[in-house]
């Protein structure tokens, strides 16, 4: 499947790179299928790839209503981690870590997988504590984490504000070194390439409509380019999940749809080579190749559809980020843009065969469903192949919120806003 | 966004504290049906498009209000304030006040 290498650059460099494929083929619908995947995000296109390449199905189609990776997959801040302190979060996303960290390789495609760490700084002693469990909670998983002082970070992180006289005093940090950040068009467009060499067939500009059903099983989807059949039907449309769902007569789920911002500065010089969060608000950052610095902070905490933000936010985020590093106080604001996530009552997924016969759900990513993406995609192909979780998304069905069973990392109760 | 308190008028959203589908309605506190307990506090409708919500004019005049606004748009058709819906529910449904 190897298509691109050095070799292959010069190649068609020669011939007035005239002559590569497209990543894609643009098929026509099939009548039918052993499995539609409905969205085209990060998730729908790895449960796609691994589908294929992990269990042998092929005839398969992802339906996307616009364009692949036009969703959140193409609108986040990109951060990539494993720092959790619940087994079930640190077992699943650690798998994902790893799943990254020979992304690349697996699909011929440069996912710019880049693991310059992730940096929490700690503002209080008490959150100095409950950082530093949540650090051995890892190491006990056999997980990177790192305590950091704040002559450390000072080294680390030059332009941050360590001083005793900073509004939110720094006390110190939890590294994970081994986190880091990707480029997330290439993961989309590299799941994709790869899923479509194996058979896949990606269908764009195909909105699901309805659901076909057999009593009460689903076994197909009604589409703006007509009926496709479907042994299995897996929705993965993350902040669109309440909408596909009542077309299947699913009408409440432990899910709000809200939209969180994202901003990029104009570029500078390499400033940060780590991503920072601030743990005295809610604020991550890191800088781009092309020298941006892309961050956000919080939901704007009403129930939107709207794919776009509030100013109040900005302000919020602007102001955290001048408390945080002064020095960039001065710099411009370039762009920013939203994405409606799938926000869980506990702040973990949901990965499960159901909740009616024929259909499977991914959702609930909340803030960090892009880190998800290669073992989101794993278990979920693994869950349709095999009618069964893996034990790595076990933890995640639906039923655990009338269980008790709830996977809530600050044991905060119910609540759209966790992460 | 601004949101039209009766009380204050046109203030900015910032003034104003969420919380969330005024459409739910909670069970009896004496109720012990584990199930509706459960669906009161996990489930939701995630509506998409017309939304009743409550928000308080939490950096105003403190009130409770009842607002209706779209999830698909941001625009908001009514405000009241939530005492007055919650009035007009009673008397609709009939119960003492
Ligand atoms: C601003 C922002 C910043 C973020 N930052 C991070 C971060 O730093 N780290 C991190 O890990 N996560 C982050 N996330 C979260 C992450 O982006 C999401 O959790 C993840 O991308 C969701 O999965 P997905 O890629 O499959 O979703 P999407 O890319 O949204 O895919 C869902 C697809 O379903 C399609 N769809 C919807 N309805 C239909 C229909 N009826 N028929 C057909 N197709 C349909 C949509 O068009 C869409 O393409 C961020 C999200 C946002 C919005
Ligand atoms: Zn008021």
């Known amino acids: 499947m190897k298509e691109y290498s050095a070799l292959a650059l010069l190649r068609n460099a020669f011939s007035g790179n005239r002559d590569w494929k497209p990543a894609w083929r643009k098929p026509d619908p099939k009548p039918q299928y052993d499995v539609v995947i409905v969205g085209g995000g990060g998730h729908g296109l790895a449960t796609a790839h691994y589908l294929a390449s992990e269990h042998g199905i092929t005839d398969v189609a992802v339906v996307e209503k616009g364009w692949l990776g036009g969703g959140n997959v193409g609108r986040n801040t990109t951060i990539i981690r494993s720092n959790y302190l619940l087994p079930a979060n640190t077992g699943f996303y650690e798998h994902s870590m790893k799943l990254w960290e020979t992304l690349s390789h697996e699909l011929n495609y440069n996912v710019m997988f880049s693991q310059r760490g992730i940096l929490n700084l700690a503002h209080t002693p008490g959150q100095a504590d409950d950082y530093i469990r949540r650090g051995n909670a890892m190491r006990h998983d056999g997980i990177d984490a790192v305590w950091m002082n704040p002559a450390e970070i000072a080294r680390k992180v030059p332009g941050l504000d360590v001083s005793a006289k900073a509004r939110f005093p720094i006390v110190g940090g939890l590294m994970q070194p081994r986190a880091g950040t990707a480029r997330h068009d290439a993961v989309a467009w590299g799941y994709a390439r790869a899923a479509d060499r194996r058979g896949v067939d990606m269908l764009e500009n195909c909105e699901v409509t309805g659901f076909l059903r057999d009593g009460d099983r689903i076994v197909g989807v009604t589409t703006t380019r007509g009926e496709i059949r479907a042994k299995k039907v897996a929705v993965a449309v993350a902040g669109s999940t309440g909408r596909v769902m009542k077309l299947a007569g699913i009408d409440r789920l432990p899910i709000e749809s809200h939209v969180l911002q994202a901003f990029v500065s104009e570029s500078l010089k390499p400033a940060i080579d780590t991503v920072v969060t601030f743990g005295g608000g809610h604020l991550y950052v890191s800088q781009s190749d092309k020298g941006g610095l892309v961050f956000g902070g919080d939901i704007d905490g009403y129930n939107s559809y709207a794919q776009r933000g509030n100013l109040p936010v900005v302000e919020e985020v602007m102001s955290e980020m001048a408390a945080l590093f002064p020095g960039w106080a001065g710099v411009r604001l370039l762009r920013s843009w939203g994405g409606i996530m799938d926000m869980s009552m506990d702040g973990s997924p949901i990965i499960t065969a159901g909740p009616l016969p024929g259909l499977y759900l991914n959702t609930g990513w909340c803030y960090g469903g892009f880190k998800a993406t290669p073992a989101s995609g794993w278990c979920f192909a693994w869950t349709i192949a095999r009618d069964e979780p893996h034990p790595l998304n076990a933890a995640f069905t639906l039923e655990r919120f009338h269980r008790g069973a709830v996977i809530d990392e600050k044991g905060q109760g119910a609540t759209p806003r966790l992460h | ?97």
């Open chain 2, 1 to 97: 966004m601004l949101i039209t308190c009766p009380c204050c008028g046109p203030r900015d959203v910032a003034e104003f504290t969420y919380q969330g589908d005024a459409s739910r309605s909670r069970p009896d506190p004496a109720s012990t049906d584990q199930a509706a307990w459960n669906a009161y506090v996990y489930d939701r409708v995630n509506t998409a498009g017309a939304h009743r919500e409550y928000w308080q004019h939490s950096g105003g005049c403190r009130s409770h209000l009842v607002v209706l606004r779209s999830t698909l748009t941001h625009r908001i058709d009514s405000v009241r304030f939530a005492r007055d819906e919650a009035d007009g529910a009673r008397r609709r449904s009939g119960s003492p006040a």
